[in-house]
């Protein structure tokens, strides 16, 4: 059974800088990563994913740049860090995960994620 778990949520300021991490479990296979927001009244939004196997990545254009995500195979995480925030940024992210049957592929954050974390909340505010 896949499991994820996001931390790390906090409230930082504008400009400032967080990292948010995913504890993956019950990987089977081979699979994408990714961390998705969503603010009040408004979507849920792609951000950032990455192949667990290979560590190719994706980044939705509003935070390229400004994010990095990555992963760490021994000790089973995803991180995404956090830079230059604005308070566009402040919502709940969610980690996501989706099996592929090809271990060199792409993400792809408009894929249908099957596995989804609880979410934890980034607020960007003075």
């Known amino acids: 059974q896949v499991q994820l778990v996001e931390s790390g949520g906090s409230l930082v300021q504008p400009g400032g800088s967080l990292t948010l991490s995913c504890a993956v479990s019950?990987?089977?296979?081979?699979?994408?990563v990714g961390w998705f927001r969503q603010a009040p009244g408004k979507e849920r939004e792609g951000v950032s994913c990455?192949?667990?196997?290979?560590?190719?990545?994706g980044y939705s254009d509003s935070v390229k740049g400004r994010f990095t995500i990555s992963r760490n195979n021994v000790k089973n995480m995803v991180y995404l860090q956090m830079s230059s925030l604005i308070p566009e940024d402040t919502g709940i992210y969610y980690c996501?995960?989706?099996?592929?049957?090809?271990?060199?592929?792409?993400?792809?954050?408009?894929?249908?994620?099957?596995?989804w974390g609880q979410g934890t909340q980034v607020t960007v505010s003075s």
């Open positions: 996501a995960a989706e099996r592929t049957s090809r271990p060199f592929s792409r993400c792809d954050l408009s894929s249908p994620y099957d596995y």
């Open positions: 019950g990987f089977t296979s081979v699979y994408h």
């Open positions: 990455i192949n667990f196997f290979d560590g190719s990545t």
